[in-house]
């Protein structure tokens, strides 16, 4: 996946934090999860709700004049505030952060973000379900990863290390992503871990399947080490000869 290539003010949590929620749904999507846009949908007709009843209100008002809407005004204006009411308790209590909601072949997620006033450090919740145990409790992940380690000091996103912080961190995602899961972010390569990507995750065995991923991502990087130590060694061995 491509990186978003306008560069931002890395002074600006706010700014920080929109890049990052936006890359989310395009990761995700990119794994074959499906978006569910169920709260955003009440979020939106609650919203329109209220500003349809205002609307109708005043142009009944200036149609008709006040002695023909005045009855209705009460009313109204009640339901316009109810409106607001619920709308504001959907957002700060129901939806709270929500970035993205959706279900793919490994479980169902919601992804809930934040930030802290002059701390550049990027706050996530996943609530999620393996995919073979719909009925059981989702399990609920607090994470935090500093933007130093997903933005360059232009201000350019890089998305590699977010992408191997939410594969190696969530298991739901990790199973998804297997390419993706390593030991410490910021390494690890597109070759996709042992196994071929097929895992059966479970609420049993999510975060097992996690650990096994990351114990074959310790693996590679041991053959790839050793590897280079080899070809080292005879590196020095030809030098040696042609010395002599």
Do not use: C
């Not at 999507?29 to 955003?40: G, Y």
């Not at 597109?190 to 650990?211: H, K, R, W, Y």
């Amino acid at each position: 996946m491509a990186a978003p290539s306008t560069k931002i003010a890395v002074h600006s949590l706010s700014d920080l934090k929109n890049t990052t929620d936006d890359f989310i749904p395009l990761h995700l999507h990119n794994l074959k999860f499906r978006q569910i846009h169920t709260k955003t949908d009440v979020r939106l007709a609650l919203g329109y709700s209220a500003v349809l009843i205002s609307a109708a209100l005043f142009y009944f008002d200036w149609k008709f004049g006040w002695a023909v809407t005045k009855p209705w005004t009460a009313p109204a204006v009640v339901a316009y505030f109810v409106l607001n009411g619920v709308f504001t308790y959907w957002v700060w209590w129901v939806e709270s952060g929500l970035v993205y909601e959706g279900v793919g072949k490994t479980g169902r997620i919601a992804i809930r973000t934040s930030t802290k006033k002059h701390t550049p450090i990027y706050h996530l919740t996943a609530t999620f379900t393996p995919s073979s145990s719909s009925s059981a409790t989702p399990q609920t992940l607090t994470l935090h990863l500093p933007f130093t380690t997903i933005f360059t000091s232009e201000g350019s996103f890089a998305p590699k290390p977010f992408q191997q912080f939410l594969a190696s961190s969530i298991p739901v995602i990790g199973a998804a992503d297997p390419s993706n899961v390593v030991e410490e972010i910021g390494r690890g390569s597109e070759t996709p871990a042992q196994g071929g990507g097929a895992f059966n995750v479970s609420a049993s065995n999510a975060v097992e399947i996690l650990e096994q991923l990351k114990r074959s991502a310790r693996a590679n990087q041991r053959t790839k080490a050793s590897g280079s130590s080899g070809a080292a060694a005879v590196g020095q061995g030809g030098q040696g000869r042609r010395r002599k």
